[in-house]
């Protein structure tokens, strides 16, 4: 297997148009998820397939990988290139520390969620000693949805330097783990903010930061990270923040914004009550690696 460097992301844009051709994923999506992070892009010499993984810590801090790609090319599948790449990707994740390695999400920037359960590589990951942790759906919304902040709320992209710095401060305060995707967002302009309305006798100070809905920041049409603070829960916060998310979808002509991974039941009512329904099955896998 030989590493492949960012010099070679038309080569891997192509394979993965060849391989997951209803994926539609971009150079620019595969060079945020597999070459901006740390980690690897390991493939055989004669480029017809490639696993990309990465390694972090999670939230309970435990060093971890991930597989964020693993595809064949179409013609050369069903010759063990697929249990190859993830085996040479396990042995990487291994050499650096890594406890546990897990297919699809687990670290941000993720291009996948888990590992699709309408394709073969739950089943290969099954043979290879991977265990299946958690089932799931992604939920898609129709871009079209649309909701009012509560009274005393401003819901504005963060653009202006104060709000780019107010909402930094913030989620490194509330949501740390949150903060490189948040910040890729806010380059992209791909972030809204709900603020505490400033009284009308102080007019042109800032509110305070109450939530942050992101989009588009690995994926087009992926909603997150979308957060509100504790206390402010359940005043519709949320989902004036997923409006704005939805209403920049719209422009952009999708007609759908995806939820790749509603993380609990709260989350998943949160965006079914917006009028989600499920788009996609995904199986959480991981596998304990030995050193
Ligand atoms: C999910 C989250 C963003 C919701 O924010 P919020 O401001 O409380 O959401 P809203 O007030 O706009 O909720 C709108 C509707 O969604 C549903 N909903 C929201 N949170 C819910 C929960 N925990 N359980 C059940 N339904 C919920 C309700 O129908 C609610 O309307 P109601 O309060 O009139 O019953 C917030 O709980 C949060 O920050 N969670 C942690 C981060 C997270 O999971 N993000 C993933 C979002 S996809």
Known sequence: MQQWGADRIEELTALVAAGAPDEDLTADELLTACFEQPGVVLGPSDGTAAVAVGVGRDASGELIASVRLLVVRPDRRGVGLGGSLLDAAERWASERGAERIEIGGALPFPLWPGADASTGLVHLAGARGYEPVREF??????????????????????????????????????????????????????????????PTDREGLRGDVLGVGCHSVTRATWVGPLVVRPADRRRGIGHALLAQVCRDLMIADFRTAEVPDPADPGAEAFVVAAGATVSRRYVQVAKVLRR
């Not at 401060?169 to 972030?191: F, K, M, P, Q, Y």
């Open 137 to 198: 759906g992604s939920l898609e919304l129709p871009s079209s949805f649309r909701a009012q902040p509560p009274e005393g709320v401003v819901v504005r992209r963060a653009v202006r330097d104060e709000d780019v710095t107010a909402v930094t401060l913030a989620v490194a305060g509330g949501w740390s783990r949150l903060s490189d995707e948040v910040a890729r967002a806010l380059d992209h302009g791909t972030c809204h903010a709900a603020f505490a309305a400033p």
